[in-house]
């Protein structure tokens, strides 16, 4: 099979059935895995399915890839991050709404880890969690319910909501508190709010958590660029979190 191409897993989160996309490297097995946690910009029937392009970075590191999609977005069924959250980006609603969402979704990325634990030709002692935005925040939320994960990877989680939503904020910088696996932190300068990724770096700093923090450069010509850091700019960060990956998977 090529490994470039992806099969369908189907897996239960609750009551739901979601599905994700599992490459895997074509040597022998099993392999350890990363699980990738998408932002909220994966919409329902969208063109964007399994992201084969970090896909085959992961997999050139010896790494499977893993890409499951959360309730309301891509291929799985739920209700749509929109009508979950329909409350305007700075309002007091919308810090309730998305803490709300953030637990629902943050069983999805669990419901994914356990899948792959189950999964024969996946290594489920070698987890890693990573992710940009809404899914870099989930990575961080989910490894502090999952310690048996090696380690995780936050990209610019919360740069959007960071400055007007408080609880969101706060719910952030206590999972940092708790966190108990290795985490990196990455986001470019020039992103929404490098706040985001410096404030937890603090946290984890002052809690003496294993983490490293990398602001890097701006990446592009706007903060729209620079939030889309992680699915464009590997050629930047791929080196230290290969490293990074080495050091805590093997």
């Excluded at 599905?19 to 022998?28: A, N």
């Excluded at 910009?41 to 399994?50: E, K």
């Excluded at 799985?76 to 979950?84: C, F, L, N, Q, T």
Aim: glycine share 8%.
């Amino acid at each position: 099979m090529n490994a470039y191409v992806p099969r369908e897993i189907e897996f239960k989160s609750g009551e739901l059935s979601l599905k994700g996309y599992l490459f895997v490297p074509s040597d022998d097995g099993p392999h350890p895995c990363v699980i990738n946690n998408h932002s909220s910009s994966l919409r329902p029937g969208g063109a964007q399915v399994s992201r084969p392009q970090l896909a085959a970075l992961m997999m050139a590191w010896g790494y499977a890839f893993f890409f499951p999609h959360r309730r309301g977005y891509g291929n799985s069924p739920g209700i749509p991050v929109a009508d979950a959250i329909p409350a305007s980006l700075g309002s007091k609603d919308y810090d309730t709404q998305i803490i709300q969402r953030l637990d629902e979704e943050c069983a999805d990325v669990l419901a994914a880890t356990a899948a792959m634990r189950a999964t024969d030709d996946i290594d489920g002692d070698r987890l890693a969690l990573s992710g940009s935005s809404r899914g870099g925040i989930l990575s961080l939320l989910a490894a502090v319910e999952d310690d048996d994960l090696r380690c995780t990877a936050n990209f610019c989680g919360g740069a959007r909501q960071w400055a007007d939503h408080p609880a969101l904020r706060r719910k952030m910088l206590d999972a940092a508190a708790g966190l108990s696996v290795p985490i990196f932190l990455a986001q470019a300068e020039n992103d929404l709010n490098p706040a985001a990724t410096a404030e937890l770096a603090d946290e984890l700093k002052r809690h003496n958590k294993t983490h490293e923090c990398h602001i890097y450069p701006p990446w592009g010509a706007s903060a729209a660029e620079g939030h889309l850091f992680e699915i464009n700019g590997s050629q930047v960060w791929g080196p230290d979190l290969r490293r990074f990956f080495d050091q805590h998977m093997a």
